[in-house]
């Protein structure tokens, strides 16, 4: 069983930067993709960022050029760096891993193992 634990979350003003980190339990496969998802009040679970093996790197249009993924598998970590935020961005971000195909990245029930979650809130 993996656990996932997600930190950094909080309040900025619009136009700031916050860093996300998700530390996992043990060793996830390099086939597997660790993705953040985020869900706003009302709103469907959608995902902002995946990464797989540290190099495969993929983003929802929303955050391109402003969020950015990284791993550090000697840390058991996943990070997800956000900068310009926007009040749109405010929501509960959770981390999550074991989706193994491309194509299906953003789907949630592709993947295993989830985290509790943390807040990030943009204020206008």
């Known amino acids: 069983q993996v656990q996932l634990t997600e930190s950094g979350g909080g309040s900025v003003q619009a136009g700031g930067s916050l860093r996300l980190s998700c530390a996992h339990s043990?060793?996830?496969?390099?086939?597997?993709?660790m993705t953040w998802f985020r869900q706003a009040p009302g709103k469907e679970r959608e995902a902002v960022a995946g990464?797989?093996?540290?190099?495969?790197?993929l983003y929802v249009d929303s955050v391109k050029g402003r969020f950015s993924i990284s791993q550090d598998n000697n840390r058991n970590a996943v990070y997800l760096e956000m900068n310009s935020l926007k009040p749109e961005d405010t929501a509960i971000y959770y981390c999550a891993a074991g989706a193994l195909y491309r194509k299906k990245w953003e789907l949630a029930r592709e993947y295993i193992y989830w985290g509790q979650g943390a807040q990030v809130t943009v204020s206008s």
């Open positions: 990464i797989r093996d540290s190099v495969e790197k």
């Open positions: 043990s060793h996830i496969d390099s086939r597997a993709f």
